[in-house]
């Protein structure tokens, strides 16, 4: 399933199943989303295993620094609208103030946000709710 939802790029990296493909998640068992900034990837977890990932990310571009921390899931809205830069946000995922996961392109720096190809964003918005945490690392 997850081959269908990132394409064959992730497909094979998706769900690893030993401790030491699960050790290089740098994020805590109880976070259900891990991003990683300096590698540019982001992964789905439940119970502490991964569900999906990593898939490719990209985030804040200078003076829009993505922060790293953890946070909890606030709320989603399928057809967000940035109204501070009138853009498109589909599917997006808030998880810290105006920051969010969204589908967007993952060879462009945002202005904090988490951009997800289009299957990836939403997988995240489907399986994250208001509540979840999501764990940054650099």
Not at 17 to 23: D, H, I, P
Not at 70 to 76: L, N, P
Not at 109 to 121: D, E, F, M, T
Request: overall charge positive.
């Amino acid at each position: 399933l997850v081959g269908t939802l990132f394409g064959t790029a992730t497909a094979a990296i998706a769900a690893p199943s030993t401790t030491a493909a699960a050790a290089k998640i740098p994020c805590a068992p109880t976070a259900r989303a891990c991003v990683r900034l300096s590698t540019n990837q982001a992964w789905l977890l439940r119970g502490g295993k991964v569900i999906a990932g990593p898939v490719p990310i990209s985030h804040g571009r200078k003076g829009f620094l993505t922060p790293a921390g953890t946070f909890r899931v606030s709320f989603k809205n399928e057809d967000h609208i940035s109204s501070v830069y009138d853009q498109p946000m589909p599917f997006s995922v808030f998880f810290n103030g105006d920051i969010a996961f969204h589908q967007g392109s993952v060879r462009q720096k945002s202005h904090g946000c988490v951009h997800l190809s289009a299957s990836a964003a939403r997988a995240f918005f489907a399986e994250l709710t208001p509540g979840d945490r999501v764990q940054v690392v650099a």
